[in-house]
């Protein structure tokens, strides 16, 4: 490529990044996952045949059993053609497979709904309709996406009449909600009465058609309505490119381009392709307009361009990259959730509008503080740079189900309605885990105040991807230590772009080599070390040399640990750098399985602590995880609970909740107890006088054996995501990977180390 621009070269990265991350692993995004075990031959017996035989009658005699007895209730499919991928056209049903296997995990990450991504391979409307009418059975809600216009209308009215389930084409419904919602507040915010507000639309296919019935629906009047297409205004009496979904809502006009219908109109609505409105365009719009520019992935004017020539502009995309992101997926999982589970027939159009009210409700009450910080760098608040909530945050799950489920409920579509509307909100809110909004909380923070941090292995080529991964991610800036000849030959071999923007130090040939020699030596010199050894080591060990990089204020963190075992690399570091004052230093891995987040201290470090060190590794935890966003809840463990059976190693661990209490923590702590009642609340419940009010989060371990173990066992069987160990206690923030480490992790460690320099 020629161009070298900043946006090029970023969009460059991205491109290597995104088909990195897709043919990594298991290519693509999605697997299937037993839910009951498969083990033995009593399990198979039950699970398939014979057993299965059981559920198949009751069902046949009751179909509504297949809700209790199959997957239906959580399943839905998302299905397309492909016919109009995002706004890259018409690209077919296969190539549109990235696209709704990410639908699919999007239901499954925002909502807990279980969906599975089919390809139909025909723009034949009667063939597409046949492929899906008898999948009823199967799914409990049909999702349709990126079908394009006029067929998506007849393929989803027809399919509403020939299913008895939700069929709802995400790109008309799903954004028509979202753009309502944002819009509501936008006229709110802008001061201006609905039905005195023109508004210009671009594009008049699925998602344009859509939004503008709701708008009207909403209180928009008809006249004060212009669609425009490839062709421009759609004016009453137009022949050209018309069709029955237009002529409906043609007005009497003499505007016939874009340019034209725009001067002074109050809002845009950009549904149609990248680039389509110029600044000379959006500078004759009234006073404050309103600019949803909701093409994808790229808009039909960015917000800079608009801000270049209206600073007073409301201004929304379908991007997750600046504010007001205007985009289906808050609105389809959550719907869909509330359709589900009151197993509704359809999703009507009270559904559509409960769901409307109720994001353009959230955006305008107070923001918690966890979805603040999640966002770091922007104001999230009411206001025209948040008009609408954003993706990641966790209050949607409670809101926008519980409405959608009641309009169903009012309306006569629910099927299972739902008794207590308050418990539901509650199992609702329990039902995701926070963690992925917890490390976006970091991962924000940090390219809010971008850090300078040091990837001491520089010529390895996990390394150099892993620092291009943290740079293009606006983190701050990676600093290899290497040689740059052999940084850049390991780049230009795997075909990674250039090193622009990577800093490269070499230590034998920095200037700083002095200086570090003699700190170095001031520290080492009666530790046994010759002004000789110091020198060696500062030029010879990475290590010693990033580390020193941090001590001296030169970097602000430094990920290291792919090419020295672990203890080898601690070793390294600590010659550098001493535990921070009052601190001991331990391994806290945070484990990510099963919907929930526990946190298991000591993994690196003590090999046999005493009841003082457990003491001390249940605070400093406490106090490390709550940096991270949760609340501790602390369970000191051991083979035994609360004194059965009482044995002499347990004494340790009962002594060291002893001494906590002395100390008047300020977090919930107990034990002893083994880790099936601290993980376990039915198990807990045997012990009322416990002072844990819900499962433990963080677990302390009685010794190095067994949280190394547990960890590794849980990172080999598990199932889940094991982060760490994170180093805590250090003076600086230093972090030591498994020298196994993918990419990933060391993006991670790296963004963990970033965030602890800015906290402390
Ligand atoms: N932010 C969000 O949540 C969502 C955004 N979208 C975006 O909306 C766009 C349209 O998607 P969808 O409705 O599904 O697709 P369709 O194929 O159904 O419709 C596309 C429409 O865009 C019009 N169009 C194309 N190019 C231009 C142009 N240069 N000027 C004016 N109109 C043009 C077409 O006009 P014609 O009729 O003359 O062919 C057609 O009416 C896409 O960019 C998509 O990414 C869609 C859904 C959700
Ligand atoms: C967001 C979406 O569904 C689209 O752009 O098609
Ligand atoms: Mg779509």
Request: some cysteine; overall charge negative; hydrophobic content about 45%.
């Amino acid at each position: 490529m020629t161009d070298k621009t900043p946006l090029n070269r970023a969009s460059a990265d991205l491109e290597r990044e995104t088909l990195l991350m897709h043919a990594s692993g298991r290519p693509g995004k999605i697997e299937v996952v037993p839910t009951k075990p498969l083990t033995t031959q009593r399990d198979l017996s039950l699970a398939y045949s014979p057993g299965v035989a059981f559920p198949c009658l009751h069902i046949a005699r009751d179909p509504s059993l297949a809700y209790d007895y199959t997957a239906k209730g959580n399943l839905v499919a998302v299905i397309s053609n492909g016919t109009a991928v995002l706004g890259l056209g018409d690209l077919g049903a296969l190539a549109g497979k990235p696209v709704m296997e990410g639908k699919a995990v999007l239901f499954k990450r925002f909502a807990d709904i279980d969906a599975i991504d089919l390809e139909v391979d025909t723009r034949d409307i009667d063939e597409f309709v046949n492929s899906v009418r008898f999948l009823g059975p199967s799914f409990g809600g049909i999702n349709l996406e990126d079908i394009k216009a006029p067929e998506c209308f007849v393929i989803e009215s027809r399919l509403r009449e020939l299913m008895d389930i939700p069929v709802f084409h995400d790109d008309q419904h799903g954004t028509a909600i979202i753009a309502t919602a944002g819009l509501l507040n936008a006229l709110e915010l802008t001061g201006r009465r609905i039905e005195d507000t023109k508004v210009v639309v671009n594009g008049a296919g699925a998602a344009a058609i859509a939004c503008v019935e709701l708008i009207k629906a909403s209180g928009i009047r008809h006249e004060h309505v212009t669609l425009c297409d490839t062709k421009g205004v759609i004016y009453q009496g137009r022949e050209n490119g018309m069709n029955q979904w237009k002529s409906a809502h043609a007005v009497p006009t003499k505007a016939r381009t874009l340019a034209e219908a725009l001067e002074g109109a109050d809002v845009f609505m950009g549904l149609s392709v990248k680039g389509a409105v110029t600044q000379a365009m959006v500078a004759t719009m009234a006073e404050r307009p309103i600019i949803f520019a909701m093409a994808n992935p790229d808009p039909e004017i960015t917000p800079e361009e608009v801000h270049a020539v209206r600073s007073d502009a409301i201004v929304a995309t379908g991007r997750s990259d600046y504010p007001n992101q205007i985009n289906n997926v808050l609105g389809f999982p959550y719907i869909f959730r509330g359709a589900l589970d009151v197993r509704a027939s359809t999703i009507n159009d009270q559904m559509k509008v409960a769901a409307a009210k109720a994001i353009a409700q959230l955006a305008r009450e107070d923001v918690p503080d966890e979805v603040d910080r999640a966002y770091q760098g922007r104001r999230l608040r009411y206001g025209s740079e948040y008009i609408i909530p954003v993706p990641f945050d966790p209050r949607l799950i409670a809101a926008i189900p519980p409405a959608v489920a009641q309009a169903a409920m009012d309306s006569g579509v629910a099927r299972k309605p739902i008794v207590d509307l308050a418990a539901y909100k509650a199992e609702l809110a329990a039902r995701l885990d926070p963690t992925a909004a917890s490390l976006q909380a970091i991962g924000d923070k940090v390219k809010a105040h971008p850090r300078r941090v040091v990837f001491a292995e520089g010529e390895e080529e996990k390394s150099i991807r892993a620092a291009l991964a943290f740079k293009a991610a606006g983190y701050g800036t990676p600093i290899l230590i290497g040689r740059e000849e052999q940084i850049k030959e390991t780049m230009a071999a795997q075909g990674l772009p250039g090193a622009e923007g990577l800093e490269i130090v070499n230590a034998r040939v920095s200037d700083r080599r002095e200086h570090y020699t003699e700190v170095l030596y001031k520290r080492l010199q009666r530790k046994g070390a010759l002004h000789r050894d110091a020198a060696r080591l500062v030029n010879q060990e990475r290590n010693v040399w990033g580390a020193l990089m941090v001590e001296q204020g030169d970097a602000d963190a430094m990920v290291t640990g792919l090419t020295r075992a672990y203890w080898q690399a601690f070793d390294e570091v600590k010659r550098v750098i001493d535990p921070a004052a009052g601190q001991v230093l331990f391994g806290l891995n945070m484990l990510v399985a099963r919907g929930r987040t526990v946190f298991m201290a000591d993994t690196t470090v003590h090999e046999a602590p005493t009841a003082e060190d457990l003491a001390d590794i249940a605070q400093q935890s406490a106090a490390k995880v709550r940096q991270l966003g949760y609340e501790p809840r602390v369970a000191m463990l051991s083979f035994s609970t609360f004194g059965n059976p009482d044995s002499h190693p347990t004494g340790r661990v009962r002594q060291a909740v002893r001494i906590l209490e002395a100390r008047g923590v300020d977090f919930e702590v107990d034990g002893e107890m083994a880790a099936d009642v601290a993980l376990d609340p039915d198990l807990l419940r045997h012990y009322p006088f416990c002072r844990l009010s819900g499962p433990a989060n963080v677990l302390v371990m009685p010794s190095l054996h067994s949280a190394n173990i547990a960890w590794k066992l849980m990172q080999k069987l598990g199932g889940g995501t094991v982060i760490g160990p994170i180093l805590v206690g250090l003076d600086k923030p230093i972090q030591i990977t498994a020298m196994d480490a993918t990419v990933n992790d060391m993006v991670n460690m790296a963004v963990l180390a970033a965030y602890d320099s800015i906290e402390s």
